[in-house]
């Protein structure tokens, strides 16, 4: 073959399955078939430096350091947004549209994610990518297109046909959540300090003057906007532009939707508000924009803002305040953990007032000292922590965090095992803080779920000393429990009767609820089916425990320690005589074989009974893998409660969907009671 046909075709060929790849999500060739093609072209091109051009795939990896950024004066300025904060200031942002235009009759709005990342603006020269820029102060910004050509997701050259002369195309650039994770894991690794969010991480890497460094970053972009244009026409709707832009190879973010009229643009808002923590990256908002280009210029701007778009913000996920104290706590094994009691702080939809510490390690790590300022992040569901510590307003009388010598609840020893970053109490089942949290625990609802018996009762019988081990609370009667604070006859009798119906378990439960260390619910259904009875588990010695799927060295020194002490066996046997069974089953060895294996699932949407991280261990548990994102190659996808783009695109690609209820009954077929 001529070689520059040759060139042309592994081009064609590569930007192809560069585009199935990040811009549809949806691979086309395993990537040893791409390595092998760009290989190839990186020999040709080495070869002959002549045919090598701007928008050539190998033009990705980066270039060698600038010496700085050059100025950039955008063609037309890049625009900020005005903010509403509540459905009254969106219905505001309607009204003032609507009378601006004199009641212009049915009008409808783009409503899309506002993404956390970095402003860019990207310019293609007769369908060539040409050069990007930052936002800057919206009139002239700095150039990085060496930086912005090694992100693959970008376009370097247009598909389709169609596009004006000049165009600029501006969009947003971010960094992946599971991106960040992974830099982030590996920046730990190396000793490099990890960025504190996406964003950050994203606009980082655009600064790099080595343009290989950035090549080497997780980003991605999505476009929402055209800029300047010469020679040539475009829709005259946003929704019309985006399937253009779409169409000529540009990533466009598929949550985008329309809306007619206040009621439907604040549903939007509610439900990406929902699930803005499955979206994969993070956003701080949604943008409304009015659809039709010609309103959009009669309507104008103000200052910096235009009149026809608005950002309704979700509640700030991270907010400062200051560290009034800081106390110690005992959890179920004695752990002792640090946690801030803070100045209360409205962050993330809910005020928060206390903020683990996690352990000395963290303390020390992030030397936070009482009466810091700290700031607080709170994402979704997820524990609020203390992201980092505003030294420089730190008050000269701030005090430092020592850890006490003995425990504060029992005053027992507290000791820290050289090689390990938690510290714990000595004082066992003396210390009323482990009684409590261990009984808790025994009660949850991945273990003996006693429906009704809550924190706040367990922490008053455990103080009337009506308990003292999980196994008296089967010794409880109704009037032990009547006589306690805002008790009657008629709760006392129903808890009595949940006590007594928990007794019906299953060994999985049953030995979770012991709560032994690092013996989570899908460790204790692997030794409930593997050994099969709880008399085989207590005289289990090393080695056999470590037969056991998932069980290692630490799990299984942390067994044998907990069966090695006469008292649990003793509670053990009282629960046993008080009547807690379960039904018994042969430890089965087909089980082991992991009927679930090479089948990939993914968990979308809230799961009621289990949880998605429950769901997840047991199905790993039958081999199964769990995966967090839909692909072609997925098996199943299990859709809870208000399931969002994942269905969507399960459905899109027929993969097989089933729901909360499925996934249990496909469970309890392998044994696996949830
Ligand atoms: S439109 C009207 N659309 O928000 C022009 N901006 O506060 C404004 N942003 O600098 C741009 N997602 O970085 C638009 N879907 C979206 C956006 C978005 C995030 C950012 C953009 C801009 C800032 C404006």
Redesign the pocket.
């Known amino acids: 073959m001529e070689l520059v046909e040759e060139v042309r075709s592994l081009r064609e060929s590569l930007i192809e399955h560069n585009y199935q790849y990040y811009v549809m999500d949806d691979p086309t060739v395993p990537d040893a078939e791409y390595d092998r093609l760009f290989k190839r072209l990186t020999e040709i091109e080495s070869e002959h430096p002549e045919l090598v051009t701007p928008d050539s795939p190998t033009q990705r990896v980066g270039d060698v350091p600038l010496e700085g950024f050059s100025q950039v004066a955008h063609h037309q300025p890049?625009?900020?947004?005005g903010n509403a904060f509540n459905d009254q200031d969106l219905e505001d942002f309607v009204r003032r549209v609507l009378d601006r235009l004199s009641n212009p009759g049915p009008i409808g709005f783009a409503c899309?994610?506002?993404?956390?990342?970095?402003?860019v603006s990207l310019l293609y020269e007769r369908g060539i990518f040409s050069r990007a820029a930052t936002?800057g102060d919206g009139q002239t910004g700095e150039d990085i297109t060496a930086n912005v050509r090694t992100i693959s997701s970008v376009p370097l050259r247009l598909r389709g046909s169609g596009h004006p002369l000049v165009m600029e195309v501006?969009g947003?650039i971010i960094m992946t959540r599971s991106g960040f994770d992974k830099y982030n894991a590996a920046a730990l690794e190396r000793g490099d300090k990890p960025f504190e969010n996406p964003r950050n991480a994203a606009a980082g890497s655009l600064r790099q003057l080595d343009s290989r460094i950035t090549a080497s970053r997780p980003l991605d972009i999505?476009c929402?906007?055209v800029g300047h244009v010469d020679q040539g026409s475009l829709a005259e709707t946003q929704q019309g532009r985006l399937q253009q832009l779409r169409e000529w190879g540009f990533r466009v973010?598929p949550e985008i939707r329309f809306a007619g009229n206040p009621t439907e643009m604040i549903a939007y808002h509610a439900d990406i508000l929902q699930r803005r923590n499955d979206l994969g990256y993070e956003?701080d908002g949604v943008?409304y924009?009015v659809d039709s280009l010609e309103m959009q210029s009669r309507l104008g701007q103000v200052s910096r803002?235009?009149r026809?778009?608005i950002?309704y913000k979700f509640p700030a996920q991270e907010e400062m305040t200051t560290v009034n104290d800081v106390e110690f706590q005992v959890g179920r094994t004695g752990s002792i953990t640090p946690v801030a009691r803070l100045e209360p702080v409205h962050v993330g939809g809910v005020t928060v007032s206390n903020a683990t510490l996690h352990n000395m390690d963290e303390v020390e790590r992030m030397d936070v000292r009482v009466g810091d300022t700290v700031v607080i992040h709170r994402a979704g569901d997820v524990i609020p922590k203390i992201v980092r510590v505003l030294a420089d307003r730190r008050p000269p009388d701030a005090r430092r965090i020592t850890l006490p010598d003995v425990c504060p609840v029992c005053g027992s020893e507290v000791l820290r095992p050289e090689d390990e970053a938690v510290a714990r109490c000595t004082g066992g089942l003396f210390c009323q803080a482990q009684t409590k949290a261990s009984v808790k625990h025994f009660a949850s609802r991945g273990a003996m779920d006693i429906d009704g018996l809550g924190d706040k009762l367990v922490e008053q019988m455990v103080d009337l000393g009506l308990i003292q081990t999980i196994a008296d609370l089967y010794d409880l009667k109704v009037e032990d429990i009547a006589s306690m604070d805002r008790m009657g006859g008629k709760s006392a009798a129903n808890l009595i009767e949940a006590i007594e119906t928990s007794k019906e378990t299953t060994l999985q439960r049953f030995l979770y609820g012991l709560g032994i260390r690092e013996v989570g619910e899908a460790t204790a259904l692997n030794l409930a089916r593997e050994l099969g009875t709880i008399g085989r588990i207590q005289s289990a010695d090393e080695d056999q425990l470590q037969t056991v799927t998932e069980v290692g060295p630490i799990v299984t020194r942390h067994i044998v320690a907990f069966f090695s002490q006469q008292h649990n066996r003793d509670v053990i046997e009282r629960l046993v005589n008080a009547g807690v069974n379960w039904p018994v089953t042969e430890p089965s060895a087909e089980i082991t074989e992991q009927p679930l294996q090479g089948r990939t699932f993914v968990l979308t949407g809230t799961l009621s009974t289990m949880g998605r991280n429950d769901a997840k261990a047991f199905l790993q548990t039958l081999g199964a893998t769990v995966s967090g994102s839909v692909s072609k190659s997925t098996s199943t996808v299990v859709a809870g409660e208000n399931a969002g783009s994942k269905l969507v695109k399960a459905e899109a690609l027929g993969v097989p969907i089933i729901d909360e209820e499925s996934l249990i009954a496909l469970l309890k077929e392998y044994g696996v009671t949830p």
């Open positions: 890049m625009l900020s947004l899309e994610p506002k993404l956390d990342g970095i402003a936002r501006r947003e999505y929402y906007a973010n956003i943008v924009k803002a235009p026809w778009a950002a």
